[in-house]
């Protein structure tokens, strides 16, 4: 099928760098002679056809901004076949010839379903803090995101050391540690307890004991969210160590923010080459980095190679934390 006119929508949590993704999408469809729609609010909008046209200028100046312009949702209609049904039938009647999705896994999964049950053409871009997506080595927001929260911890430090204390620090990133664990080892936290790796609150409470007997006085923790909250952490080693203890939950702010250089780059290298697959007839795939290159990835590809790698990356890290925080 021939390619004259693409839908662009941004799906499931936002993440610093969508814009510039839409940015790259909207500006290298034009250079390649293409319609660009915009759908706003996620696959809602896909389902609602809740539609406006994009030009070269609706892209200018967002580059550096967070957030994105498309608006974003989690569409629980769409993971039903009959919301599916009726997307496409919007795309269909608007003589939409390929759509691109920028999001993350649950996304993707419905991007997945969208393209194999209807035979539509359906490219993903990575975009998530939470770099929880096999086939890409970074999605985009990621680095952003752990910037953000490393800018809250070093802030953190600062009262930790004057007050002597102990404080517990919970980071987004769903079942996944990446904020975590690099946070972790960019912040010089003293511990960080995510869910790839056994975590042992009594054996940490037992080195905060004996830290603080050989005269070390303030200890980060850094908790992933899916591994607890930070309150009931932090209220169980004030009960098991006696020393006082405080927590916070960075929240949403690592959402936000302009995007870094790292993320501004590879948002528009993700989001030109999604243009380039579906000009190519390229279609149930998404686009990732690998070291320095751009590649196509199938949506559903196990990846069982990444995973393994990601998961060895992430011990490497967890080891490193441990002994540069003794
Ligand atoms: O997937 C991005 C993310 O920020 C996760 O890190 C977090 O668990 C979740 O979204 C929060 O979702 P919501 O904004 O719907 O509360």
């Given amino acids: ?17 969508m814009n510039a993704a839409i940015r790259a999408v909207v500006r290298s469809a034009i250079y390649h002679h293409l319609e660009v729609v915009g759908v706003l ?35 629980a209609e769409f ?15 608007n003589r939409i010839d390929g759509l691109i999705v920028i999001g993350g896994n649950g996304s993707f999964r419905g991007a997945h379903l969208l393209a194999i049950e209807h035979n539509f053409p359906v490219i993903g871009v990575p975009g998530t803090i939470d770099n929880d997506i096999m086939g890409t080595d970074f999605s985009i927001g990621s680095d952003t995101a752990v910037n953000t929260a490393l800018e809250a911890i070093d802030k953190i430090r600062d009262t930790v050391s004057s007050m002597e204390r102990i404080f517990v620090v919970e980071v987004m990133g769903r079942k996944e540690g990446y904020i975590a ?49 930070s309150k009931d952490v932090a209220s169980l080693i004030e009960d098991i160590t006696g020393f006082e203890t405080r927590s916070i939950t960075l929240g949403h702010i ?73």
């Avoid at 099928?1 to 610093?16: F, V």
């Avoid at 994009?54 to 312009?69: A, D, F, H, K, Y």
Wanted: hydrophobic share 35%.
């Fill in 254 to 326: 690592q959402r936000g923010g302009s995007p870094t250089a790292m993320d501004r780059i590879l948002a528009s290298r993700l989001g030109a080459e999604a243009v380039n697959a579906l000009l190519k007839g390229e279609s149930d795939k998404m686009t990732g980095i690998s070291g320095e290159e751009v590649k196509l990835v199938d949506f559903i590809s196990a990846c069982a190679q990444e995973r393994k790698k990601k998961n060895r990356l992430d011990r490497e890290i967890y080891g490193l934390v441990r002994i540069l925080a003794t």
């Fill in 79 to 93: 993971f039903e076949k009959e919301g599916r049904k009726k997307a496409v039938e919007q795309l269909k009647k």
């Fill in 181 to 229: 664990l690099r946070v972790g080892l960019g912040g010089g936290a003293e511990d960080v307890l995510i869910p790839q790796t056994e975590y042992d609150i009594e054996r940490m409470c037992e080195d905060i004991k004996r830290g603080r007997k050989r005269g070390k006085v303030s200890w980060i923790i850094i908790v992933s969210e899916g591994v607890a909250g």
């Fill in 41 to 75: 609010k996620g696959y809602q909008g896909l389902i609602d056809a809740n539609f406006v046209s994009l030009q070269l200028e609706s892209v200018s100046n967002i580059i550096g901004r967070g957030g994105t312009i498309l608006k974003t949702a989690r569409c």
């Fill in 1 to 17: 099928m021939e390619i004259h006119k693409i839908a662009l929508l941004t799906s499931g949590g936002d993440a610093p760098g």
